[in-house]
């Protein structure tokens, strides 16, 4: 008789090296997935934060022609032998030149290495000839004095870009556009422009080089009724794009005495990974 001995051998204590190895790869694959989770998490968040951050610098750009904040570097304007030009000299006062008006601002979007990722923007300031009397279909104006250079928050990229004039037709391939301060009151008697105050701030863009998306192309700025800007992270995986809508008061003409709003609708809308 064993005498109440257990028949059975003890089986040994802890797990073995295949149990352990099933509980890492589980544990493995779990850290998998929370990490992905909480990555695309922070990308959207990131992005919207990116396209958010454009709106705001985009309605800046309104507040300071609003506010009479046109340039930031010595601007020199006036008409010469019949035709208006402007430079970036330094000598004379700024703030005495009869023939010149500052009008405002335009946004142009470019990729620095000539390819497509236009992912930077550069800020300019826009002038005319005070004897200006309408602005119907364009504008001589110049376009000069650089405000500042930026690149567009969180790293996005503007993937294409288009704007209706007042005619209703659509132009693309322009990456820029413009705010305008109201031409204001004219005297009609010498036909001299006196001041734009308290006028609705409009809409503009320029003509472009053919061949060079963006580049700015002589000093012809048009009005229009409306932008499309559409952003995008560049990532070829797990894109996504968002769409930056501009709009406001008619171009052309005066707005109705009974309204008064003086700034431009600025929007944004988050697409998530539906293309624009």
């Known amino acids: 008789m064993l005498g ?30 929370a990490a992905t989770f909480i990555n695309g998490k922070q990308e959207k968040a990131a992005f919207a934060q990116g396209s958010g951050d454009m709106v705001s610098n985009l309605q800046q750009t309104v507040e300071d022609i609003t506010d009479g904040h046109y340039s930031d570097v010595p601007l020199q304007c006036g008409t010469a032998g019949g035709s208006f030009g402007a430079s970036t000299s330094s000598s004379g006062s700024q703030g005495s030149q009869s023939d010149c008006v500052f009008l405002g601002k335009i946004v142009r979007f470019y990729d620095p290495s000539g390819g497509a990722n236009r992912d930077h923007y550069s800020v300019y300031s826009v002038a005319a000839s005070r004897t200006i009397t309408s602005f119907p279909n364009s504008l001589v ?94 990532l070829v995986a797990n894109s996504r794009y968002a769409e930056i809508f501009i709009g406001g008061p008619t171009v052309g003409g005066r707005q109705s005495s009974s309204s008064n709003n003086n700034q ?13």
């Open 264 to 276: 431009l609708n600025i929007s944004v809308q988050q697409l998530g990974t539906t293309s624009c």
């Open 4 to 33: 109440g001995k257990n028949k059975h051998p003890r089986q040994p204590l802890g797990y073995t090296i295949i149990e352990i190895m099933i509980v890492l790869a589980v544990s493995g694959f779990m850290f998998v997935i």
């Open 141 to 234: 104006a110049a376009i000069q004095g650089l405000t500042s250079q930026s690149t567009v928050p969180q790293s996005l990229i503007v993937k294409k870009m288009s704007v209706i004039d007042t005619g209703g037709a659509s132009h693309t391939n322009v990456y820029n556009v413009g705010f305008m301060q109201g031409l204001g009151n004219i005297d009609v008697t010498t036909g001299t422009y006196l001041s734009g105050a308290q006028q609705p701030i409009q809409l503009v863009y320029a003509n472009t080089t053919s061949g060079s998306e963006g580049a700015i192309a002589g000093n012809i700025i048009r009005p229009a009724k409306s932008a499309t800007i559409c952003l995008t992270n560049g």
